[in-house]
């Protein structure tokens, strides 16, 4: 897809097309890398994480493993 149209799909920051296609190739190698064959994905970025961590009373940082 050109980079034209990626600037105009929903849900993608227009500023973000030059590089998904790179991001998402990526995402790949290190799925194939680590056998993984799903990845769980946010909206949010890992600050707001780490605020609602402290808001809740917890430390920032990496919390239990699951």
Request: hydrophobic residues 45%; glycine residues 10%.
């Amino acid at each position: 897809m050109p980079e034209d149209e990626r600037r105009a799909v929903v849900g993608l920051h227009p500023d973000r097309a030059p590089t998904i296609v790179a991001g998402v190739a990526m995402l790949i190698e290190a799925m194939r890398a680590f056998g993984l064959e799903a990845v769980e994905v946010s909206e949010h970025d890992i600050l707001r994480g780490a605020a609602l961590r402290l808001a809740a009373g917890s430390p920032p940082g990496p919390g239990p493993a699951s």
